[in-house]
């Protein structure tokens, strides 16, 4: 018996990197507020709009929405400090900015 490296591959998320995945994932008025807020943005800002509402889209699109959003409300929801969050990329073997 051989034993095989596991590779774990992230999951896919549920909407595209890109303009039109964003935009198709946001529901009437915030795929035009997503449009206009793109639009008007400085060249020099655009990704970090594309970024912001790409988050948007990955939330409104959560099949645990509902629930996720009832812990936040009721206090329940799990928490942990960016320096946890930090570490744990670390021990993953993520790259951090500026390292």
């Known amino acids: 018996m051989s034993v095989q490296p596991v590779h774990h591959h992230p ?26 807020e793109l639009g008007q943005a400085p060249i020099d800002q655009a990704e970090q709009v594309l970024n912001r509402w790409w988050c948007e889209a990955e939330m ?3 099949p645990e929405q509902d629930r996720i959003i009832a812990a936040a409300r009721n206090g329940t929801l ?22």
């Open 60 to 62: 409104d699109t959560d």
């Open 11 to 36: 999951p896919q998320p549920r909407v595209p990197r890109t303009p039109d995945g964003i935009a198709a994932a946001l529901q009437g008025g915030r795929r035009m507020e997503f449009y206009r």
């Open 78 to 99: 799990p928490t942990a400090t960016m320096a946890d969050v930090l570490r744990l990329r670390r021990d993953r073997g993520g790259d951090l900015p500026g390292e």
